[in-house]
């Protein structure tokens, strides 16, 4: 079983930038799609970015295109999240999941969460 942990986050002026890291124990990392999901204040969970095993094909939820990188380095076991531009509408509890878009509610497994504050 993969264990996921997440840092990176913190308190960040609008149009800041943070950028979030994600840990994973074991060795079946590089098998799986990754996701990155947030849960904002009184909202539910929603997804923000995936990128598949290679690391090659990436998409993103349209609020966060073009100022959010996902990346991940398979010899670390590690996944990331470069976030610009932050937005108070970003701010979230951010957690990486197992499994891109269509398949990471399924799989059940994600970290423990970061907390992103986007506020002046």
């Known amino acids: 079983e993969v264990q996921l942990v997440e840092s990176g986050g913190g308190l960040v002026q609008p149009g800041g930038s943070l950028r979030l890291s994600c840990a994973a124990s074991g060795d079946t990392f590089s098998s799986y799609a990754m996701s990155w999901v947030r849960q904002g204040p009184g909202k539910g969970l929603e997804w923000v970015s995936d990128?598949?095993?290679?690391?090659?094909?990436?998409r993103y939820t349209d609020s966060v295109k073009g100022r959010f990188t996902i990346s991940r380095d398979n010899t670390k076991n590690t996944l990331y999240l470069q976030m610009n531009d932050l937005k108070p509408e970003d701010t979230a509890v951010y957690y990486c999941a197992l499994g891109g878009a269509t398949d990471w509610r399924r799989f059940g497994s994600r970290g423990q969460g970061t907390q992103v504050t986007v506020s002046s």
């Open positions: 990128i598949n095993t290679g690391g090659w094909n990436t």
